[in-house]
């Protein structure tokens, strides 16, 4: 029965059907043909979104979107571009910092991918950069704000490992701080190669002064997503309340860039991303429940450990794993597979699961932007109109950038775990 599982979940896959129809599909059949009593499909989809951590997540969407759609978002922008903008490399630069803002209020790499590739590609190009290398910049950088609290993807795997969503996002900043760093400085050594120059005009307060004024209502959301749950003011999903209500506010009164036909656009389209994660949760539960009754995780420690007792190695080889997961699949879809699997070995060699949790995000990071189908580097390619082989190319230096820095993770955990172990 269980070769019979996988077959169809790979068969299904194969033929491109959704995700999470996929994992639930495959999983109903094995349950009905199984000798396990049918009550158990309705036991585990309930139970796969009936966690109070989840209500987060639509609030964090809709929060996400609403500054996108409000205007926040690109005033917080503007900031960023009055920065270092006129620096060498500076519009890159620019694009690496919107990136992990978009996606770390959006959840959504793709999402962030198609709004920063639409708004910062032409007008890299204008400014006498190589299309490829714009396009590559967005598609490296996009998938990287989902590490950056607050993160729909950290709220998932907290669900999924029991892991606070609190340390989660401790742990996730300096991760996504050291990765944002590790771009930055790609990015500029490579414009200097490449002579992609700034304004050269220098920095004035003036213009930053301006710049900070209108923007400083934008910055308040973020401010609240995670100063809120930090201070021990907020929970997550009060955070979220409160930013949907602040965002709306600063929408529509302030900037005056939210209408209410915008408005019931912005809560329709946030319903469906939200049904879309939920739905794949509800059936991950029924897909770990097949696992489980299989003994699967428990085979995987065995395995693993007659591999190897060291956690360095072990997690060397489920990086590589993950990171070939991540050219075929979309960030969640890993981790509601992975996370099952992969927990009890992790828990046999007494790795810490935050310090896992943001590893297995990264390395699914990293495997968005690659060939032959990370997603991020799709939808570049499709806005930017060049060829993706041609960006997978100039993307290169950037992937290999990341991946030295995962390894250092990997090799130094304190790297990003210095906040919880202090």
Do not use: H
């Amino acid at each position: 029965m269980i070769l019979l599982f996988f077959g169809l979940t790979i068969f299904l896959f194969l033929l491109g059907v959704p995700f999470g129809i996929t994992i639930g599909l495959s999983s109903i059949i094995y349950i009905l043909f199984a000798d396990v009593n049918p009550v158990i499909l309705i036991q585990q989809l309930f139970t796969g979104i009936n966690n109070s951590s989840l209500l987060a997540i639509p609030f964090f969407i809709l929060a996400g979107n609403l500054m996108l759609t409000g205007g926040l978002a690109q005033r917080i922008i503007n900031l960023a571009n009055n920065i270092i903008g006129k620096r060498t490399g500076g519009l890159a630069m620019v694009a690496i910092l919107g990136c992990v803002f978009f996606a770390a209020i959006s959840g959504s790499s793709i999402a962030t991918a198609a709004a920063l590739a639409t708004l910062m590609i032409p007008a890299m190009v204008e400014k006498g950069y190589d299309r490829d290398f714009a396009a590559s910049v967005v598609s490296t950088a996009s998938p990287l704000g989902v590490i950056i609290p607050p993160s729909v993807t950290l709220i998932v795997y907290g669900s999924l490992s029991g892991s606070s969503i609190s340390d989660l996002y401790t742990a996730g900043i300096p991760a996504g701080i050291i990765i944002a760093g590790v771009l930055l400085m790609s990015v500029y050594f490579i414009s200097r190669k490449k002579d992609y120059k700034g304004s050269d005009q220098p920095f004035q307060f003036k213009e930053f002064g301006n710049a900070l004024i209108k923007s400083l209502w934008a910055l308040g959301t973020p401010i609240i997503l995670i100063g809120g749950v930090f201070s021990g003011i907020f929970t997550p999903t009060e955070s979220g309340v409160v930013a949907v209500v602040y965002a709306v506010i600063i929408g529509m009164f302030i900037y005056r860039e939210l209408t209410l036909r915008q408005l019931s656009k912005v809560f329709y389209d946030s319903a469906k991303t939200t049904a879309t994660i939920m739905f794949i949760i509800a059936n991950a539960y029924l897909f770990a429940y097949v696992l489980a009754y299989e003994n699967i995780p428990s085979t995987l420690v065995s395995g693993f450990l007659t591999i190897s007792e060291s956690p360095f190695i072990i997690l060397l080889i489920i990086s590589l794993i993950l990171l070939i997961f991540g050219m075929f699949m979309d960030t969640i879809a890993i981790l509601v597979i992975v996370v099952p699997m992969f927990l009890p070995v992790i828990s046999a060699l007494e790795i810490d699961p935050v310090y896992f949790g943001i590893l297995v995000i990264v390395n699914t990071a990293i495997g968005m932007c690659t060939p032959p189908f990370g997603g991020t580097l799709l939808i570049t390619s499709d806005i930017a109109k060049a060829p993706m082989l041609s960006i997978a190319y100039r993307s290169l230096p950037l992937i290999i950038a990341l991946v030295i820095t995962l390894l250092l993770m990997i090799i130094f955990p304190y790297l990003v775990m210095f906040p919880l172990w202090l």
